[in-house]
């Protein structure tokens, strides 16, 4: 187990070094507005970007306002992302959640992880990815699939808990870099580390913490 002081610094050498590997890391969902960014986030869980894209390009044109998913049709809506998979729950938490921002927040997306959490199907790691692409604040880490194996591969975090990897890699990066760093991640498990990587040609091979 590595020190506090030992994480801090191997963190630092990982970013230089993902910067320089991916120096264009970003978000892939694409959206017009912060209702769309939500609903777009939603639909990503155990989906990729693309399959999520794909169908949002209809699915934006068939619900252009925050109104029409309120007064959606849920088997038709359930239709409508089926291909993302688990759509009967993604379907019940979007038009739900279309209900509480007009309800409760007047139609806007709220600007505070606090407010956030209480749209339906909304956690911090959403609620993170909405606040800084939606208005370029950060309070916290998005810890997806790909962050969460990127932390435990090289020794960042001892938990498998999405909440304490947070806490974890908040205490060892900057807060300027938080942001970026959930992309970083991400990119890096998807071009160069998958879940069922054995790390024989990662670039960052000689940083893992435990080889498996």
């Not at 291909?83 to 600007?111: D, H, M, Q």
């Not at 956690?123 to 993170?128: D, E, I, Q, V």
């Not at 194996?149 to 498998?160: E, I, P, W, Y």
């Not at 991400?186 to 990587?197: K, L, V, W």
Request: hydrophobic content about 40%; overall charge positive.
């Amino acid at each position: 187990m590595m020190t506090l002081e030992e994480r801090k610094k191997k963190v630092n050498i990982l970013l230089k070094k993902l910067k320089t590997l991916i120096p264009k890391a970003k978000m892939m969902l694409a959206y017009s507005n912060n209702w769309e960014l939500v609903v777009a986030v939603a639909l990503s869980a155990q989906c990729t970007d693309k399959q999520v894209n794909k169908v949002t390009q209809k699915l934006f044109q068939k619900y252009p306002t925050l109104h029409d998913y309120v007064d959606a049709d849920i088997i038709e809506f359930e239709q409508d992302i089926y291909s993302t998979g688990f759509y009967k729950n993604k379907a019940k938490n979007v038009l739900a959640g279309a209900k509480v921002v007009r309800e409760l927040f007047g139609g806007n997306i709220p600007k505070t992880i606090e407010e956030l959490i209480l749209i339906p199907g909304v956690g911090r790691k959403t609620a993170n990815v909405v606040l800084g692409n939606a208005y370029g604040i950060t309070e916290g880490i998005a810890v997806d699939t790909h962050v969460k194996r990127f932390a435990k591969n090289f020794g960042l975090t001892d938990s498998s808990n999405p909440d304490l990897i947070e806490r974890d890699l908040m205490e060892i990066l900057p807060q300027k870099e938080w942001f970026s760093f959930t992309y970083y991640a991400i990119e890096y498990g998807r071009q160069f580390c998958s879940a069922r990587c054995r790390h024989e040609n990662c670039p960052l091979r000689e940083y893992v913490f435990t080889l498996k």
